[in-house]
């Protein structure tokens, strides 16, 4: 006989505590080959999707469909940013009526990282990919040898590194160029 409370297991990757930037860029990438990946339905609204991000503490998830295919993805920051209204304000309706596939980041507009050369770079690399990307999270795929197929290997984020390097590291809206940095970036 189960017992009431009872959950499953959940398995959980162990990051080393800290690192610096001649350490290996693998060190602080979540490995979906270690831990599972999180995703909503393209369908869920918006409050569905915050709730799942907030139980399972994460702050991006993969926005696919029945068949676990990648339709996208969708983080904290594009619930709380100005996507939503935008939508609103094109469309009309009410804020509940808005779903995921509304406000996504769609799969052909997502950038990857290639994993063989994450697993050459130093966390220092990295540092400068997220500078240079102007993101939070960066996804890494690897290639199937046997089909030729792309698969989502891990994600990259700089919540994990700046936990893992002990200070803030801020990618977005940073200047890509000198010229960005003689307007004002």
Known sequence: ?????????????????SVDLEDPAIEV????????AISVNPCANLEQARERMISSGVQML???????????????????????????SENGGKMEDIMVRDIMTPRLKLEALDFSEIQ?????????T?????????????KDESDDKQTIRGVLSTTQLS??????VQSSHMASNIAEMAQGG
């Open 120 to 128: 050459k770079a130093r966390v220092g690399d990295l540092l400068e």
């Open 1 to 17: 006989m189960i017992e009431t409370d009872v959950t499953y297991h959940k398995p959980s990757q162990a990051f080393k505590e």
């Open 62 to 88: 993969f926005v696919s469909n029945q068949y676990h295919e990648v339709m996208g993805l969708i983080t904290i920051n594009d619930l709380n940013g100005t996507k939503p209204m935008q939508v609103l």
């Open 130 to 142: 997220f500078k240079r990307m102007g993101r939070q999270h960066a996804l890494v795929v690897e």
């Open 163 to 168: 936990k893992q390097l002990g200070y803030e």
């Open 29 to 36: 990438m979540t490995d979906f080959t270690r831990v599972t």
